[in-house]
């Protein structure tokens, strides 16, 4: 039994792969040109020879601080406030791009499938018989 494609599936499938492709070229060029601008250092921590910056939320005192004015869990939501605006910064912005260019594109191409199974059946469930 051979399966036809609806209009309606051929714009889902058309509009997904435009979003896959447009999200993953954008993604490209921003991973290019994009920069990893360090924060401000405080100082710097020397191991086996390199230097690692420490930024200003790393300090001891700021987490004393921010422990003692809002305990544990206003240091844990602090952390995942600076995670979650990094996504949105430098080269990780292109992986946020093209993580979202790729789940929006499989989820239109998910509906479509999921439009085209339900007009292969009628109410009853039953499959449609070509005479």
């Known amino acids: 039994m051979t399966r036809t494609i609806s209009t309606s599936q051929k714009l889902l499938y058309l509009i997904g792969a435009l979003v896959f492709a447009l999200g993953l070229g954008t993604a490209a060029l921003i991973y290019a040109n994009a920069e990893d601008n360090a924060d401000v250092a405080l100082g710097y921590d020397m191991v086996n020879g390199v230097a690692y910056p420490i930024s200003a939320k790393?300090?001891?005192?700021?987490?004393?601080?921010?422990?003692?004015?809002?305990?544990?869990?206003?240091?844990?939501?602090?952390?995942?406030?600076?995670?979650?605006?990094?996504?949105?910064?430098?080269?990780?912005?292109?992986?946020?791009?093209?993580?979202?260019?790729?789940?929006?594109?499989?989820?239109?191409?998910?509906?479509?499938?999921?439009?085209?199974?339900?007009?292969?059946?009628?109410?009853?469930?039953?499959?449609?018989?070509?005479?």
Do not use: C
């Open 58 to 131: 790393d300090s001891k005192a700021f987490q004393r601080d921010v422990r003692l004015y809002g305990g544990k869990f206003a240091l844990l939501s602090d952390e995942l406030s600076d995670w979650f605006g990094s996504l949105w910064r430098g080269k990780k912005l292109a992986f946020t791009v093209a993580a979202m260019s790729v789940l929006l594109s499989a989820g239109l191409v998910f509906v479509g499938n999921a439009s085209g199974a339900d007009s292969d059946s009628d109410i009853s469930g039953k499959p449609h018989r070509d005479p």
